[in-house]
């Protein structure tokens, strides 16, 4: 059974205190790994799409990397404003499915 | 340019009445989710859609019934609401399996 697992649940960060979320997975066939951000009472947000292992994608202060059985994204320098939650998907035939997310606050 | 709209945006229901959200798309967009989101549980897939006129069902497909007659409208209904069914629902939209997905506002659902 396909299967997205991310971690940690939870992570409170200091302004500029780098760290990485993980996103690990099991799925034949992978047609594409997805990063979101979702913000309270909102839909999310599509930030990233990594297709094959080795392959690396950055955006202002986050960069997403990809293996065979795991996805990082990693937050450089973060801000309040990225207080989120970042959700991860893996595409799979048909069906794209998510974790259940890393909420992630960031204190000034 | 709306993108992905989903109707209403709140909605209490009693138990055992009947429902349906509606979701539609002005991207032109083959594919079709709908999704519930629970605390602790992330976004789970309940019914999907690879075209006009297709169904298929996600991980939790029971209670709920889907249909596309249109290619920009997908709608999700509840036959007979229960407290369970008490969620938050998303509706996403894509142009092909490779590509991102967009996403809707959201709809609070509260069967009590």
């Known amino acids: 059974e396909d299967q997205v697992t991310q971690s940690p649940e939870a992570l409170r960060l200091q302004e500029g205190e780098s760290s990485s979320l993980n996103c690990s997975y099991t799925?034949?066939?992978?047609?594409?790994l997805f990063w979101y951000r979702q913000d309270p009472g909102k839909g999310p947000e599509f930030l990233f799409t990594?297709?094959?292992a080795g392959e690396e994608k950055e955006k202002e202060r986050l960069k997403a990397t990809l293996t065979k059985k795991e996805s990082f994204l990693h937050i450089t320098a973060p801000k309040p404003e990225d207080s989120a939650t970042y959700l991860c998907?893996?595409?799979?035939?048909?069906?794209?499915?998510f974790g259940k997310g890393t909420s992630l606050l960031v204190t000034p | 340019n709306a993108g992905v709209t989903q109707t209403p945006k709140f909605r209490v229901l009693k138990t055992g009445q009947s429902m349906t959200l509606l979701c539609a798309q002005d991207m032109n967009h083959e594919y079709m989710y709908w999704y519930r989101q629970d605390p602790g549980m992330g976004l789970r897939l309940i019914h999907y859609?690879?075209?006009?006129?297709?169904?298929a069902k996600g991980e939790v497909p029971d209670g709920y019934n889907v249909s596309r007659l249109k290619k920009q409208n997908f709608l999700l209904g509840l036959e007979s609401a229960a407290p369970s069914q008490t969620s938050v629902y998303f509706c996403?939209?894509?142009?092909?399996?490779?590509?991102?997905?967009?996403f809707g506002q959201g709809t609070r659902l509260t069967v009590v």
């Open positions: 859609s690879v075209g006009e006129g297709t169904t």
């Open positions: 990594l297709y094959s």
């Open positions: 998907a893996v595409q799979a035939g048909y069906e794209l499915n």
């Open positions: 799925v034949s066939g992978l047609r594409g």
């Open positions: 996403a939209s894509r142009w092909a399996l490779n590509t991102e997905a967009f």
